[in-house]
């Protein structure tokens, strides 16, 4: 069995997931938990929870998953559990962020839907910026949950829809459809499979279903086959582990379902550009900050 990526996975920031219970919900000031990162939080992600995060003051790089965004405040980020995320910002940076358990929203068609599943990032110029009433809600939301932390997971619940819905309303239709059943089953397949030799058969034949329908399904709810599907999550998982781990080329190869390291380049460099080394490398020179990816300057290739 291949070893499970490196890559550390909390609750609230630094905190263990086996041993921190911060309830449904928790809000904090991103330099509340000063003294732990001091401004530089290396990638990690969040497997129970999903967070809103509005930066009030300062600038510095996010990381989420492959993407490198430098920012000045005001900004607002979601970042769907499992989304492997970091930054690294300048003195007098801060920012409120929300973090809700994923079981306690999922009710919300909302937070059901394909949108809740994607980062958003609202930064200006290129994307719209967070507008006065996001600040609004996010602020209310903190200064609730300051005063009375164990009376406020309906409120702050409330507010993250308010706010999501905000923040959708910018940069898409604020008419979200749901994710289809079967189309959240496929999701859990892909995710549960990808590193498997699972061909389209094998996923038809778990979903009761023939390979065109499941291509028909899939075509519908995402616009793509289940081919590209499968290619696009072994892909995002390849750049996570080039990005974040110090595992080499073979191992990653291996870790996301090609045991044959030739191949797993040639897949890869179809599909970035760039072969493993190089992306790796480039990816390196573009951060340049330890801190922000966890891995030491000394990373082999």
Same mark, same amino acid.
Not at 241 to 258: D, N, S, Y
Not at 266 to 271: M, P
């Given at each position: 069995m291949p070893q499970k990526p490196e890559i550390p996975s909390f609750l609230t920031y630094g905190i263990n997931t086996k /041993? $921190? $219970?911060?309830?449904?919900?928790?809000?904090?000031? !991103?330099? $509340?938990?000063?003294?732990?990162?001091?401004?530089?939080?290396?990638?990690?992600?969040?497997?129970q929870i999903f967070q809103l995060c509005f930066w009030t003051d300062g600038s510095g790089t996010y990381v989420i998953e492959d993407r490198l965004i430098e920012f %000045?405040?005001?900004?607002?980020? &979601?970042?769907? *559990?499992?989304? !492997?995320?970091?930054?690294?910002?300048?003195?007098?940076?801060?920012?409120?962020?929300?973090? +809700?358990?994923?079981s306690y929203t999922d009710t919300d068609p909302l937070f059901k839907s394909i949108a809740a599943r994607t980062p958003l990032v609202l930064a200006g110029p290129e %994307?719209?910026?967070?507008?006065? +009433?996001?600040l609004t809600l996010m602020q209310a939301g903190y200064e609730r949950y300051r005063i009375a932390p164990e009376t406020s997971q309906s409120v702050i619940r409330g507010l993250a829809i308010a706010i999501l819905g905000e923040a959708l309303s910018l940069t898409r239709s604020a008419r979200v459809p749901d994710e289809s059943a079967a189309a959240v089953r496929i999701r859990s397949l892909i995710e549960e499979h990808f590193r498997d030799a699972w061909s389209i058969t094998d996923y038809a034949r778990a979903l009761g279903q023939t390979p065109y329908q499941i291509n028909t399904t899939t075509q519908a709810a995402f616009g793509q086959s289940l081919k590209r599907l499968i290619i696009e999550r072994r892909l995002l998982?390849?750049?996570?582990? +080039? *990005?974040? /781990?110090?595992?080499?080329?073979?191992?990653?190869?291996?870790? !996301?379902?090609?045991?044959d390291p030739a191949y797993f380049s040639?897949? &890869?460099? /179809?599909?970035s550009g760039l072969s493993p080394r190089e992306w790796r490398r480039q990816w390196a020179e573009n951060t340049k900050d330890s801190l922000l990816t966890g891995i030491p300057d000394n990373t082999p290739a």
């Open positions: /041993t $921190d $219970d911060i309830g449904f919900v928790h809000v904090e000031n !991103v330099m $509340d938990r000063k003294s732990l990162h001091n401004g530089h939080v290396p990638a990690h992600r969040h497997e %000045q405040a005001p900004m607002f980020v &979601f970042i769907p *559990a499992r989304v !492997v995320h970091g930054f690294s910002v300048s003195s007098g940076s801060d920012a409120i962020v929300f973090s +809700l358990a994923s %994307q719209p910026k967070p507008t006065p +009433l996001m998982e390849s750049k996570r582990l +080039l *990005a974040f /781990t110090i595992r080499p080329i073979e191992a990653i190869a291996a870790e !996301v379902g090609i045991p040639r897949f &890869f460099h /179809t599909f």
